[in-house]
């Protein structure tokens, strides 16, 4: 899409219309294959509609919606016109921002609800996520969208999930926070909910009634990854995440695929600790290529940085790892050409704070004495999102980045 600079016009409500069409839409066009009980009366309206203007095997989702927008952004930056011109466009204007295509159907949708309840979920919001001002919109239109939709009827319900690191990179979400507390939910994940997790997903694929209904989360891991000399698997594994499930159930699958490829599909339970480290080295690189690419709108050549560690310390005290850090800003280090539209001359703690809040980096919190301590004494933005990092006299480079960097993957 144009950007906003380029014509007098805000993203964020075009998209929040765009997406207040299409889901009213998915919303009528499914209701309308219920039979046709409901292809009578009230819906028959609706019925029509859909056949006539979104027909099976019309365009999908996106391409309505990148439709809908376009038709928006052509008035908004079209050639200045007439006044007679100018007015029509107006019309057409108001007339896309206020759904005046379905809007006289409302009332029967109304209808169709009080009989039927509709939930729509929106997951995976992150996938291709790079912080443009079209993200953000697309976004922050959806979650408007949303709010506005939920009020026709309490029988339809739009839910959306959505990252913390998301939310809190979409200023108009944050500003509006105050006005939607009460309609919105946080999910924080920890090791217990995320062992949980693994646990229930280990009970349905074992197809073993008794193992299922008797097993705690620990003897379902157990079950299915060794421990090693009293060290613990699954704190291993965990440890090598940000917390997010979709790294630990990664780094479970990658487990898998490398017992299979070494003992095809024959595989003995529980799976070694061998396996787990075998499978560390391309889940690392994986992870820290994600990583890079998930902040490359707002830090390009993030990669680069990572790279500089590699071989280095995987420890490092305040002082030193400011010196680190000021060589990469004056070009003392070379790094990726994409980095010059961030990393010049930026302040060294603030390059720390950067590579904190991507998870490269975790902190340990004053008043921990010595670097020296278990790792698990440092912690991520995802631990302690408040934590007071300017105090912090000790890092580490996260443990999911080890392996993917050559440094040592045993934990101290």
Known sequence: ????????????????????????V?????????????RRGAASKIYRYIQENHP???????????????SIESIKLGPFEMSRVARQKARDLDSLYN???????????????????????????????????????????LFQACIQINRLHENLRVYISLRQELYADIPVLADDTQKYRDVMDTIRWSEESLLTLIAKRI?????????????????????????????SSFRY????????????????????????????????????????????????????????????????????????????????????LQMLCLELATGGIPTDEKTSTW?????????????????????????????TKDARSFLGVYQAPYLNLAAAQYFRVHPMFWAYLGLETKIS
């Open 1 to 24: 899409m144009a950007p906003e600079s380029v014509g007098s016009w805000a993203k964020h409500g075009a998209y929040a219309a765009a997406w207040k069409y299409v889901i009213y």
């Open 26 to 38: 998915l919303v009528m066009k499914e209701l309308t294959k219920r039979g046709e009980r409901l």
């Open 56 to 70: 099976s095997g019309d365009v999908g989702t996106i391409s309505t919606l990148v439709s809908y927008l376009k």
């Open 99 to 141: 759904l005046e295509e379905i809007s006289g159907l409302l009332p029967a949708l109304q209808v169709l609800l009080a009989k039927e309840h509709v939930f729509v979920f929106i997951d995976e919001l992150d996938r291709g996520w790079d912080s443009s001002e079209d993200a953000k919109a697309f976004v922050a239109g």
């Open 203 to 231: 009970r349905y694929s074992a197809q073993q009634k008794s193992y299922r209904q008797k097993s705690d989360d620990l003897t379902c891991w157990s079950w299915v990854f060794d421990d090693k000399s009293g060290q």
């Open 237 to 320: 594994m965990i440890d090598r995440t940000l917390y997010r499930p979709r790294e630990i159930i990664h780094f479970c699958t990658r487990v898998v695929q490398v017992a299979k490829a070494s003992h095809g599909s024959a595989i003995k339970l529980p799976l070694s600790f061998r396996a787990i480290e075998s499978a560390e080295q391309v889940y690392s690189s994986e992870r820290a290529e994600d990583i890079a690419g998930e902040y490359s709108h707002q830090y390009p050549g993030l990669l680069s940085i990572f790279e500089i560690f590699r071989g280095r310390s995987k420890s490092f005290e305040r002082e030193a």
């Open 343 to 371: 990393l010049p001359d930026r302040d060294p703690d603030d390059l720390i704070g950067i590579l904190w809040h991507v998870g490269f980096l975790v902190a340990q919190p004053v008043g921990d004495a010595s670097p």
